[in-house]
């Protein structure tokens, strides 16, 4: 068997360490078989070492996978030896009720590719075609790692109906924040505010098109949204760092016939206060948005079309072998988007 390397999660415990594996092979005539080349850190990878994400070790993490198809097997015909392409990570059955109403990213039976099955944080990685998107040639490795959280965002964007000229304010300024605010400014909103504690997040912010940038530890950010729309409130508030003081905050300077799109992961068992009058009186929605249901191809097309700043949201490249330091990194909010680089 050829061997290769990967950054294995043995469980809580232990953490993750790169080590030498035996290299996926094409099993089914479904297969494709990637030499990868950069897979973007998620918070989700975060969370699964310190035991707030659910995965099954031991297991290989890693699912914003960019690369090259290696070998396909027989009865793969959209991709080819030598394409460059990019990998949907979540698996769904496509026979259960959320599958065959549209909404496949509800999937009764989800499996993920970085928790469940080994993922892109290696030498090679295993996909089924159905999961594997054929890039252009020109679109660099560290653009198109981007693609699957880049594909979530549009997902909460569209769900979030974004008219031009409205007034827009994002609670948490990593990767994610600042792609929901290169959206807006993309789509006309009139003021776009970023909430953010980190100094050099809040700058990214500013970079890629706030107007305004906040920080929570020294004023209120509900009082500073309602000040900078006379009163009114946001016409579209998000929510990406998962945590109820924020959530409450974002439906709480969202104006009436507001829309509040919750992306961040709390826990479970978390709960949030809202009040149920507000929402009837004032036609308030508060949409949830999980992964991507159908924008992956769109995000590609986006991406390829500059829509994202991506010199300034990704600003650590690693290699594998330096996979501890990633980690670190991002524990520590001392980078933006860290992609970690296997060629």
């Known amino acids: 068997m050829t061997k290769m390397s990967g950054a294995m999660f043995e469980g809580i415990e ?38 707030r994400h659910p995965a099954k070790p031991p297991v290989i993490l890693g699912h914003e996978c960019a690369g090259e198809v290696s070998a396909v097997g027989q009865g793969v015909t959209s991709v080819a030896v030598g394409d460059h392409v990019v990998v949907d990570p979540n698996l769904r059955c496509g026979v259960c009720r959320y599958c065959r109403s549209d909404r496949p990213n509800l999937c009764e039976t989800l499996v993920s590719i970085g928790e469940d099955l080994n993922g892109g944080f290696a030498t090679f990685m ?33 769900r979030a109906r974004v008219k031009p000229s409205e007034t827009a304010v994002v609670f948490g300024a990593g990767p994610m924040g600042l792609f929901w605010v290169s959206l807006f400014r993309r789509a006309g909103a009139r003021k776009i505010m970023s909430v953010e504690i980190a100094n050099m997040r809040r700058e990214a ?26 009163g009114f409130g946001a016409d579209v508030g998000v929510e990406v ?39 009837m009186r004032y036609e308030k929605d508060i949409l949830g948005s999980h992964t991507q249901a159908a924008t992956f ?14 010199e300034t949201i990704v600003t650590h490249q690693i290699p594998l072998k330096e996979i501890d330091r990633a980690f670190a990194l991002n524990k520590k909010g001392e980078s933006v988007k860290t992609v970690v680089r296997m060629d």
């Open 14 to 51: 232990t953490g993750v360490s790169v080590v030498e594996v035996d290299a996926p092979s094409i099993s089914t005539p479904n297969d494709v078989l990637i030499r990868m080349r950069a897979c973007g850190m998620c918070g989700t990878d975060l969370a699964i070492l310190e035991g």
């Open 126 to 158: 295993l996909a089924p075609e159905k999961a594997v998107y054929k890039l252009p040639l020109r679109m660099n490795w560290i653009t198109a790692a981007l693609t699957e959280p880049f594909s979530c965002i549009v997902n909460g964007f569209l």
């Open 205 to 230: 912010a500013r970079r890629v098109g706030a107007d305004v940038t906040i920080d929570p530890s020294r004023e209120d950010p509900v009082k500073r949204v309602l000040e900078e729309t006379d």
């Open 241 to 279: 760092i998962g945590k109820v003081e924020t959530v409450e905050a974002a439906i709480q300077s969202s104006a009436h016939g507001g829309r509040v799109v919750v992306m961040g992961t709390c826990r479970p068992d978390a709960l949030a206060k809202f009040s149920p009058f507000d929402l």
């Open 297 to 310: 191809r769109t995000a590609i097309d986006m991406l390829d079309a500059g829509y994202v700043p991506v």
